[in-house]
């Protein structure tokens, strides 16, 4: 990263990787300029300078956005390949702060697809400051729900996900699949890729998504690939026989 500037609870700084974003059958934005601010504390959003976006295919509304730190973003529908979608775009024509000056903010949802180089990246942008290790262990994993041993294992992959508690998947032999059935529920992860779940059937009673694996995860989270995972937030985590505490995380 070439530059960092903080303004308020704010942080914003140069992104050294090409972004381009897909709408429509049209290559909306293609830039080497980005800037990455971080306007909630988890992960940055992508600002994109004017230059590198096609402007042709915005059209402007009456809205505006106000942002306390960013102030005023004239807000713009995208229109391409016969659909638009409405308010997608604040363009900060003049800014309260001016590196981002002629700079434009997308909602991630509303487009097709985004690109950072030649890979497609979901949900949000990689935080370059969020590291993924997985690492094989023997470490006794058991994991207990209201006296019930649903997994047993000496042979876990532990995941350490930054700002996260450490993830145990443990491999589907060690695991009471008797007591899971598959969901219909997907989510992404920009490290790890698609996750699916399964509801736990336990004494009558359903938990739905009460575990997750990925299939087929991306490359540098690929140790994981057909292991489960349970959240250590609503279960009993045994590790080598010590009981973990129940950690607070937004999945609590």
Same mark, same amino acid.
């Given at each position: 990263?070439?530059?960092?500037?903080? $303004?308020?609870?704010?942080? !914003?700084?140069?992104?050294?990787?090409?972004? $381009? !974003?897909?709408?429509?059958?049209?290559?909306?934005?293609?830039?080497?300029? =980005?800037?990455?601010?971080? /306007?909630?504390?988890?992960?940055?959003?992508?600002?994109?300078?004017?230059?590198?976006?096609?402007?042709?295919?915005?059209? +402007?509304?009456?809205? #505006?956005?106000?942002? +306390?730190?960013?102030?005023?973003? +004239?807000?713009?529908? =995208?229109?391409?390949?016969?659909?638009?979608?409405?308010?997608?775009?604040?363009?900060?024509?003049?800014?309260? !702060?001016?590196?981002?000056?002629?700079?434009?903010?997308?909602?991630?949802? +509303?487009?097709?697809?985004?690109?950072?180089?030649? /890979? @497609?990246?979901?949900?949000?942008?990689?935080?370059?400051? #969020?590291?993924?290790?997985?690492? @094989?262990?023997?470490?006794?994993?058991?994991?207990?729900?209201?006296?019930?041993?649903? &997994?047993?294992?000496? @042979?876990?992959?532990?995941?350490?996900? #930054?700002?996260?508690?450490?993830?145990?998947?443990?491999?589907?032999?060690?695991?009471?699949?008797?007591?899971?059935?598959?969901?219909?529920?997907?989510? @992404?992860?920009?490290?790890?890729?698609?996750?699916?779940?399964?509801?736990? =059937?336990?004494?009558? /009673?359903?938990?739905?998504?009460?575990?997750?694996?990925?299939?087929?995860?991306?490359?540098?989270?690929?140790?994981?690939?057909?292991?489960?995972?349970?959240?250590?937030?609503?279960?009993?985590?045994? =590790?080598?026989? /010590?009981?973990? &505490? $129940?950690?607070?995380?937004?999945?609590?």
């Amino acid at each position: 990263m070439a530059t960092e500037t903080s $303004r308020g609870r704010g942080r !914003i700084e140069d992104g050294g990787k090409r972004v $381009r !974003i897909l709408f429509g059958g049209e290559w909306l934005a293609d830039s080497r300029r =980005v800037k990455l601010v971080w /306007e909630r504390p988890y992960y940055p959003t992508y600002y994109l300078p004017a230059d590198d976006v096609r402007t042709d295919l915005l059209v +402007a509304t009456d809205e #505006t956005h106000h942002s +306390a730190s960013r102030g005023d973003a +004239a807000v713009h529908t =995208v229109k391409a390949g016969g659909r638009e979608a409405v308010g997608a775009v604040s363009w900060y024509e003049v800014s309260e !702060i001016e590196e981002l000056n002629e700079h434009l903010r997308f909602e991630w949802d +509303a487009m097709d697809a985004w690109f950072e180089e030649d /890979e @497609q990246v979901y949900v949000h942008p990689r935080d370059p400051y #969020t590291r993924i290790d997985v690492l @094989q262990s023997s470490r006794h994993v058991r994991v207990e729900l209201d006296g019930v041993t649903l &997994a047993d294992s000496h @042979q876990p992959r532990l995941l350490f996900e #930054t700002g996260l508690p450490t993830r145990y998947y443990l491999p589907k032999t060690d695991v009471r699949m008797d007591l899971l059935r598959p969901s219909d529920s997907h989510s @992404q992860c920009p490290y790890k890729g698609e996750a699916s779940y399964y509801d736990l =059937v336990l004494d009558g /009673e359903t938990y739905d998504d009460f575990v997750w694996w990925y299939p087929t995860p991306h490359l540098e989270s690929v140790g994981i690939a057909g292991y489960v995972s349970f959240y250590n937030e609503k279960v009993d985590l045994y =590790v080598d026989g /010590e009981l973990e &505490a $129940r950690p607070r995380s937004p999945f609590s």
